[in-house]
């Protein structure tokens, strides 16, 4: 039985010829095999907690559209959310609004570091690396609003984030 090693970045459209660089950060529910024993919660990685369902497939559009480099993380951000700093308390959350994230309690520093090094850095990296001049600009998102103490996932859109 061979174990398939994939990378946690994902780079689509490399020779875009297109002024921007799309970013999807939210793109995946995949849990990478290395992290399966800690024990994520597959209900969690099938909603919003765990990634934005349907932003890769409008990116994927976007990418087409504007002949643009597409890069993302093949990773569920209950593992790392790669939309945050390094040094930010919700890169690896603990706690959703849903309830805890038993799988990311009493990481040691060692186990962050990991994580940030795996998946985080090279995701950044990637971006940095980007050819085609500035990140398009704002990351695809989805949103999801409470109603009555429901969740109800709105449409996509463009989030402006002025730190990329």
């Known amino acids: 039985m061979s174990v398939e090693v994939r990378s946690p970045v994902v780079l689509e459209n490399p020779e875009g010829a297109g002024p921007f660089v799309i970013v999807c950060d939210h793109a995946s529910n995949r849990i990478p095999d290395e992290y399966k024993s800690c024990g994520f919660a597959g209900d969690a990685l099938a909603t919003h907690i765990g990634w934005d369902p349907g932003a890769l497939a409008v990116s994927r559009r976007i990418s087409a ?3 643009a480099p597409l890069i993302w993380p093949d990773v569920s ?88």
């Not at 790669?82 to 038993?102: F, K, Q």
């Not at 050819?131 to 109800?152: F, N």
Request: proline share 10%; glycine share 6%; net charge negative.
């Open 65 to 67: 559209r504007l002949d």
């Open 77 to 164: 951000r209950l593992v790392i959310d790669c939309n945050r700093p390094p040094d930010a308390s919700s890169l690896i959350v603990v706690e959703t609004e849903r309830g805890p994230v038993a799988a990311n309690r009493g990481l040691s520093a060692t186990q962050r570091s990991r994580r940030l090094a795996d998946i985080h850095a090279p995701y950044h990296d990637a971006i940095d690396a980007a050819p085609a001049g500035p990140t398009a600009g704002p990351p695809m998102s989805g949103h999801v609003r409470s109603v009555d103490g429901r969740h109800q996932d709105d449409h996509h859109q463009v989030v402006p984030d002025a730190a990329r």
